[in-house]
């Protein structure tokens, strides 16, 4: 598959810490990558990087083989046009209710579109999501899924082509995280690129065609699932055996990686 972001020798320090170290990878379009790795390692700071959120100190972003520094204002508005972002603390405006927040990416972007169908197409998102019943609340008076289902829901509201998820599933209940599994399994059944950071079993099984490993702002192995998944660097054994080992119950065809990477371990 052609690469739709790669980020070439990347380098980013945030608060006197050097977060990614010289960063080359490619993210294919009409696939699904995961990012893994320890907690820290620089995960969500080289998601936010590959989707322009932050600008690396160096080095460059390539969208569809241009680089995003030398974007236009109005080119780099239509390319978020087209995707959506789904943070980890679900970011959602604190003064706004649920159903402005779902409204605003499609005012702010499309503000011709017609309150009428502004409102269409929020409540079918809210019914997808199961919270009609919260449409006129703030994010306080939601449960951490509600809002993380809610903050799901606004990145998808404008039908995207690409989306970057942050920890879609971490630290919401039962109910909730089934919710955004079967969003983000329609998403790939419609070959939406997807760029993950997870830790989840289930769903690096259930998404990842390729996988970049990272440590320390480095990385360690990136490719197609099945390339990476039997590398031989003792490191990105023990990452991925101490999330994939539990996706055992999802997919039997990740058990080839536990015996290698047990052992690597012990």
Not at 130 to 142: E, I, K, V, Y
Request: proline fraction near 5%; glycine fraction near 8%; hydrophobic fraction near 45%.
């Amino acid at each position: 598959m052609p690469s739709l972001i790669a980020l070439e020798d990347v380098q980013l320090v945030l608060g006197g810490y050097q977060a990614l170290r010289n960063v080359s990878v490619e993210f294919p379009e009409g696939g699904s990558s995961v990012i893994m790795g320890p907690s820290g390692c620089g995960k969500s700071t080289l998601l936010k990087v590959a989707a322009g959120l932050i600008p690396p100190d160096s080095g460059r972003v390539l969208f569809r083989g241009e680089d995003i520094a030398w974007f236009s204002d109005r080119k780099m508005t239509e390319m978020r046009k087209r995707n959506g972002f789904v943070f980890q603390d679900a970011a959602l405006w604190e003064n706004k209710t649920i159903f402005d927040n779902l409204a605003l990416p499609i005012q702010v972007h499309f503000p011709k579109v017609p309150a009428s169908e502004v409102k269409e197409r929020v409540v079918r998102a809210l019914e997808r999501g199961g919270l009609m019943d919260s449409m006129a609340q703030r994010p306080a008076q939601l449960s951490g899924g509600e809002r993380k289902i809610a903050s799901f829901l606004r990145a998808m509201i404008l039908e995207p082509k690409w989306v970057f998820l942050d920890e879609p599933t971490m630290s919401v209940d039962h109910e909730a995280a089934s919710r955004i599994l079967e969003m983000i399994r329609e998403l790939k059944a419609r070959a939406c690129t997807i760029i993950a950071v997870t830790h989840e079993p289930e769903l690096t099984s259930m998404i990842a065609d390729h996988l970049v490993v990272l440590d320390a702002g480095v990385i360690l192995a990136a490719g197609p699932f099945d390339s990476v998944k039997t590398e031989a660097d003792p490191r990105v054994r023990s990452i991925l055996a101490r999330v994939l080992g539990q996706a055992a119950a999802y997919d039997a065809d990740l058990l080839s990686l536990l015996g290698g990477g047990a052992q690597d371990e012990g």
